[in-house]
């Protein structure tokens, strides 16, 4: 089955991509506003970028608040979303007023971080505090603006659950990750294998 992606609609188009590229992590994003206003919300396009210096990047399809606060201060923070704070995390996509914590809204507890302003997620095993190295306008193949914007980031620090580290390795079956799948599906780190590179 072919599709011509200028012949169908913008929501198909969505959904076809986002459960083909899979599964893609969830950054749980926090960030603080020049007015003090502290946001955390979810974002599954984000990735690790670069090794060193560690490069990370979340991308957001309209200009919401964490890309601005991220742009405006430039820090945000990464929090692992896992499957004991799922719940929590999907109540923070809600689209609250400016003003209003999703922090408070999911009943999520704040953690400061060491180098950065914006608290993580105090349950998440994870963290990595950023500083904006960069941002990008996302154009479409006319070199029009999409108004999707991406937020690079370098890693300045870095918080581990100790629980996690085994003989010098995350754990990340024992964190169980989430990622995030195609329409309203996500997958569950609970196994993962080895193989030697060639």
């Known amino acids: 089955m072919n599709f011509d992606l200028s012949r169908i609609n913008t929501s198909l188009c969505y959904k076809l ?11 749980l ?13 979810p974002y599954s396009f984000f990735n690790a970028l670069g090794s060193y210096p560690q490069i990370v990047a979340f991308a957001s399809e309209s200009p919401k608040d964490s890309a601005i606060f991220a742009i405006e201060t430039g820090e945000f923070c990464w ?3 896992t499957w004991a704070l799922r719940d929590q995390m999907n109540l923070t996509s809600e689209g609250l007023p400016r003003g209003q914590s999703e922090y408070e809204f999911a ?6 971080s060491r180098v950065v302003r914006p608290p993580h997620v105090a349950a998440s095993p994870a963290s990595l505090e950023c500083k904006v190295t960069q941002t990008l306008k996302l154009l479409d193949k006319d070199g029009k603006e999409t108004g999707g914007l991406v937020v690079f980031g370098q890693v300045v620090g870095l918080h581990i659950d100790e629980r996690l580290m085994k003989e010098g390795r995350f754990d990340l079956a024992g964190a169980q990750a989430i990622a995030r ?3 309203d599906e996500y997958a569950r780190v609970d196994s993962v294998f ?5």
Do not use: D, H, Q, W
């Open 79 to 81: 929090s692992m979303a």
């Open 29 to 41: 994003i926090s960030t603080v506003g020049t007015a003090g206003v502290v946001n955390v919300a």
């Open 17 to 27: 991509l986002s459960s083909l590229v899979l599964p893609r992590p969830i950054a």
């Open 181 to 183: 799948c195609g329409y």
């Open 107 to 112: 009943k999520l507890e704040t953690a400061p």
């Open 194 to 198: 080895s193989m030697k590179r060639p």
